[in-house]
């Protein structure tokens, strides 16, 4: 209508019918109505036609940050500015209240000019039960712990980005997002995942117990950045960077 493109997001018609997805459809144009800041992709209307529903969205071109760390580690100047950006898009959503929970390379987009955009806010502030693992359950938005097949708790976010108190099951808050943070900036400066596997059981066992290669990280990353970056990763919560603001400063 107003003739300029946008990105529609839609459920697929197998969901279409699912009160469950509808609610959380629904959520999450209330959660992206709710914010408004040059980092973050902003929504222009929840639509519906034939049965269909969409969300109406900016269209972020660019590739993602997963599509450039495919092409190895990112330069540190440029690393660091991209994080900045990531750090600034997170501080005005937990300033509203609201947790990404999913936050990864490819749920971040980097515009041709430098603009970073973080998308799919779909997993903050909604939570669904989950039947098992999926085929490839590394990539999947929504996975369950083997140690929680009973269905007792869900584990939201992607495996390899997950909190430690994500992947136990446990209640989450912002700093879930300084750890995911972290684990971006890592995969960033490094061009590999700060904690991986060739499962998902390997790929928490990772993140529960192991550290990342910190002599790994560029000679060029400031010290500065070394300390804070650590602090991200920190397994216990209460150790942990308590605000994303305090690493916005420290960037």
């Known amino acids: 209508r107003l ?3 946008v990105a529609l997001k839609i459920l697929p018609e197998s969901f279409a019918t699912d009160p469950d997805r509808l609610a959380r459809f629904q959520r999450e144009a209330e959660v992206l109505a709710s914010l408004n800041h040059p980092n973050l992709a902003p929504i222009h209307a929840l639509e519906e036609s034939n049965g269909t529903r969409a969300l109406v969205m900016e269209l972020a071109e660019g590739p993602t940050l997963a599509d450039r760390i495919a092409q ?22 937990h300033e509203r209240g609201i947790i990404h929970r999913d936050l990864k390379p490819a749920n971040i987009k980097v515009r041709p000019d430098g603009t970073v955009k973080v998308l799919d806010f779909g997993l903050a502030k909604a939570l669904e039960p989950v039947a098992g693992l ?6 999947s938005p929504t996975i369950t712990s083997p140690a929680m097949m009973t ?3 869900v584990l939201l ?4 980005y997950m909190s430690p108190e994500q992947a136990r099951g446990k209640d989450v808050d912002k700093r879930t997002d300084i750890w995911a943070f972290g684990a971006v900036l890592y995969e960033m400066l490094t061009g590999q ?25 560029p000679d060029r ?6 300390v804070f970056l650590r602090r991200c990763l920190q397994k216990n919560q209460q150790q942990r960077l308590h605000d994303i603001a305090d690493m916005r400063l420290a960037l």
């Open 3 to 5: 003739k300029r493109d």
């Open 72 to 93: 190895g580690p990112i330069l540190v100047d440029e690393a660091l500015a991209i994080a900045k950006q990531i750090a600034e898009a997170l501080e005005a959503a």
């Open 134 to 139: 999926s085929v490839n359950a590394t990539a």
């Open 151 to 153: 269905g007792v708790g």
């Open 157 to 160: 976010g992607t495996a390899a």
């Open 193 to 217: 995942r700060a904690f991986g596997g060739e499962d998902v059981t390997e790929t928490l066992a990772s993140l529960v117990k192991t550290e990342p290669a910190w002599d790994a990280l």
């Open 221 to 226: 990353v400031p010290p500065g950045v070394r």
